[in-house]
T-cell receptor, first 113, second 114 residues
């Protein structure tokens, strides 16, 4: 099964509102990354947060990491129609002796104008 | 534009056939990853190469194989195709192939098996 589990699976909000997506994982990690995918296109890296960091910002994006709860959240502030996409968290860890970047199932975000 | 290129963009073929997908990594990146994305399975890691050598294997079927050439481009070969192999196939690259690195994804190849 996937290491990262995003919540919710789908989110629909009005333009200008904030969007929050959550990711939970099961084992210890080296870092956690968030990626974005527009429909049918390749994934685009958004932000990386290391296991010893608690919060990171990039433009309208804010990522938090709580290693004690094994969870992360991605906040997009002042959403725009162009933010409509699927968002994936990916955890970098060692699973069964193999180093892997494991992607979750994603949250489909729709921004309504 | 990530700098990763994939060809072809679309591929339509019949069951039982064999196809080859091609990927060129970003300039300077030594590692290539292949992923399969389908509606029911999500994004599945298939295989990773680093500087021509296989580094990690994921959920890759025996009917599938890949290689990375001396010029660092990679090919994913899919044989004895089944309807269930219809999916988006992505290639990604990273600088040194470390699992904590950012990966840069290509635009994908959409495979339809009829």
């Amino acid at each position: 099964s996937q290491q990262g589990e995003e919540d919710p699976q789908a989110l629909s909000i009005q333009e200008g509102e904030n969007a929050t997506m959550n990711c939970s994982y099961k084992t210890s990690i080296n870092n956690l990354q968030w990626y974005r995918q527009n429909s049918g296109r390749g994934l685009v890296h958004l932000i990386l947060i290391r296991s010893n960091e608690r919060e990171k910002h990039s433009g309208r994006l804010r990522v938090t990491l709580d290693t004690s709860k094994k969870s992360s959240s991605l906040l997009i502030t002042a959403s725009r129609a162009a933010d409509t996409a699927s968002y994936f968290c990916a955890t970098a860890n060692i699973i069964q002796g193999a180093q892997k970047l494991v992607f979750g199932q994603g949250t489909r975000l729709t921004i309504n104008p | 534009d990530s700098g990763v290129t994939q060809t072809p963009k679309h591929l339509i073929t019949a069951t039982g056939q064999r196809v080859t997908l091609r990927c060129s990594p970003r300039s300077g990146d030594l590692s290539v990853y292949w992923y399969q994305q389908s509606l029911d399975q999500g994004l599945q890691f298939l295989i990773q190469y680093y500087n021509g050598e296989e580094r990690a294997k994921g959920n890759i079927l025996e009917r599938f194989s890949a290689q990375q050439f001396p010029d660092l481009h990679s090919e994913l070969n899919l044989s004895s195709l089944e309807l269930g192999d219809s999916a988006l196939y992505f290639c990604a690259s990273s600088a040194q192939g470390a699992f904590w690195e950012t990966q840069y994804f290509g635009p994908g190849t959409r495979l339809l098996v009829l």
